[in-house]
């Protein structure tokens, strides 16, 4: 009997390959290893001929040019030579340590772009490449491959010593900088404490993440007493970026905690057994981010393409890049609108709906993604031909609602939190992260003004009023909240740890005050005629609280 043949596969695992059996080609581990419980390892890619030629045209720099393809020999092909190997690896001229399985967690980073369709169409506009000219940004880079591995393949296991190994690098130089305090090192510092925020978060270590970010907000308050000036008002490219970055990390941090609460009490009220796994620790919340994954639909691929975007906040960017900071407002505010529906169906039915539904049905997994993908697409670029371009996505539509990123990023975070209720799992903010949050949102309301005569539409003058009023609602929420919290007799009170509780009442004066401009200039007094203004952009059918409408109450304190 003529023996059976089978199409060879040119790229199956090592151990296939060695057995002479077909490989499925399965990543990270094929079935066939699986089945034999056998070591699946796949060999480095090489970058094909034409690939590496544009690479060159392109003219990246110095261990950008497909460093995974300059391996002398490829692990567990003893003899075999690589196609363009030479003697030196372009990772021995990166700015950081490369050890244990460094390059591969890089290059499997690297290539998820194409994967997740996400990587720019100019190779030389991926931050993930660019990072390798800057040692702290390569170091949050492999930390955010990290955790886009761990949450795609289900564990860390492959890359657990490569990703606590800079780890613990990046938390040994934080220290150094904290100890000399060089205002000059602020912003990069922040940015690396921010990504081992978002680690932490990620493996499920929630209190270690807060931590952190408590940790980021006495270092704001430190740097400000010895230069004297109020950090989120500076108007500078790098603090800028770091204002994107504390957004994002705070929101998608505070998201999972509400999320992992949720889940909880879902699986509670099903009677689904815990197995030990809903006490929130890092092993139990990872084990419920494993089984949340497989029940959303779309939304662990949606969370892997914005995660791989996340170095674009951190990362230097292309030269010939012009940050322009303004984005289009509608995708944001779509996904916020389906957010808000959600809720008030559970709202209207609390005896048959869960929260957690409002995060199956995918809504905050969307608008994740929406304000990743913006941020990108407001890093602007020149052209060959002098025409600005979006990194990596299509021109700009001239018929856009236009934004600042910072600006309705932080007012989504505190109608989250404050309207929707759907962050913190019911605490409330920290009190100096809601300064900087509210600060960020001054800012841009003041650099907008001119939308609150209706200039510019009445859309954007309603914009202009919903940020001002969800600025008010956070801030008379997180007084109530706190004051709540201090009348506790048998509890332990939640501690204010904010020096600034007097600047946060001179916020709510600032904010009543832009209220009550907003009400002279449209004639607008009562809450019937005030709640469609905000419905324009998104609010909920029924803010209550004790049975009252708590921001009809919010309005009416504008006034006093």
């Not at 079935?31 to 070591?39: D, E, G, H, Y």
């Not at 680690?199 to 010895?226: K, P, R, W």
Request: charged share 20%.
């Amino acid at each position: 009997m003529p023996r059976r043949m089978h199409a060879r596969s040119r790229a199956g695992c090592l151990t296939c390959r060695q057995r002479h059996v077909r490989c499925d080609e399965l990543r990270p581990s094929c079935q066939q290893c699986l089945a034999s419980n056998r070591p699946c390892n796949y060999p480095l890619m090489v970058i094909p001929l034409r690939d590496r030629r544009m690479l060159q045209r392109n003219a990246l720099p110095p261990g950008q040019q497909a460093p995974w393809a300059l391996m002398n020999s490829t692990p567990g092909l003893t003899g075999r030579k690589v196609v363009g190997s030479t003697a030196m690896d372009p990772f021995d001229t990166l700015p950081v340590k490369m050890p244990f399985k460094s390059r591969e967690l890089y290059h499997y980073f690297y290539q998820t772009g194409a994967a997740f369709g996400v990587a720019p169409s100019d190779p030389k506009d991926d931050c993930i490449a660019l990072s390798t000219l800057d040692e702290h940004a390569l170091r949050s880079t492999i930390l955010i491959a990290g955790i886009h591995y761990s949450w795609n393949a289900g564990n860390l296991h492959a890359y657990k010593s490569a990703f606590l190994f800079h780890k613990v690098e990046s938390i040994r130089i934080i220290n150094s900088w904290l100890e000399a305090f060089d205002s000059k090192t602020f912003v990069v510092c922040v940015r690396q404490i921010l990504t081992i925020c978002l680690a932490e978060a990620c493996h499920g270590n929630l209190v270690a993440a807060e931590t952190h970010l408590n940790g980021i907000m006495a270092l704001f308050d430190s740097y400000e007493q010895g230069n004297g000036t109020v950090w989120g008002i500076i108007d500078d490219i790098d603090n800028e970026l770091a204002c994107h970055y504390l957004l994002l990390t705070s929101c998608f941090v505070l998201a999972l905690k509400n999320r992992l609460e949720n889940f909880i009490l879902f699986r509670t009220a099903e009677g689904i057994e815990s197995n030990n796994h809903d006490d929130l620790s890092p092993d139990g919340a990872l084990q419920l981010m494993k089984a949340w994954h497989g029940m959303e639909y779309g939304g662990l691929d949606t969370r892997l393409r914005a995660i791989r975007m996340f170095p674009y906040f951190f990362s230097p960017p292309p030269t010939n890049v012009r940050p322009q900071m303004v984005v289009d407002a509608l995708p944001i505010i779509d996904c916020l609108r389906a957010t808000t529906g959600s809720i008030d169906q559970i709202r209207a039915n609390p005896a048959t709906e869960h929260m957690h539904r409002v995060w199956n049905d995918g809504g905050p997994t969307k608008l994740l993604l929406v304000l990743v993908t913006s941020h990108v697409s407001s890093l602007v670029a020149k052209d060959d031909n002098a025409k600005t371009k979006t990194m990596g996505y299509p021109e700009k539509k001239e018929n856009v609602f236009r934004t600042s990123w910072s600006g309705i990023t932080a007012a989504v975070e505190l109608y989250m939190h404050s309207v929707l209720n759907i962050l913190n799992a019911g605490e409330p903010l920290e009190c100096r992260l809601l300064y900087r949050i509210l600060l960020i949102i001054k800012r841009d309301i003041d650099q907008t003004r001119g939308d609150l005569s209706g200039d510019h539409g009445g859309l954007y003058q309603a914009l202009w009023f919903w940020k001002v009023f969800i600025g008010t609602v956070a801030l008379a929420s997180s007084q109530h909240r706190c004051t709540a919290a201090s009348n506790m007799v048998t509890a332990t009170p939640r501690k204010c740890s904010c020096s600034s509780q007097a600047d946060l009442n001179g916020h709510y004066r600032w904010f009543r005050d832009c209220a009550r401009a907003w009400s002279v200039v449209t004639g607008r007094m009562g809450w019937k005629n005030v709640k469609p203004v905000l419905e324009t952009i998104t609010w909920p059918t029924v803010l209550s609280q004790d049975g009252k409408d708590y921001a009809a109450n919010i309005w009416a304190q504008v006034f006093i």
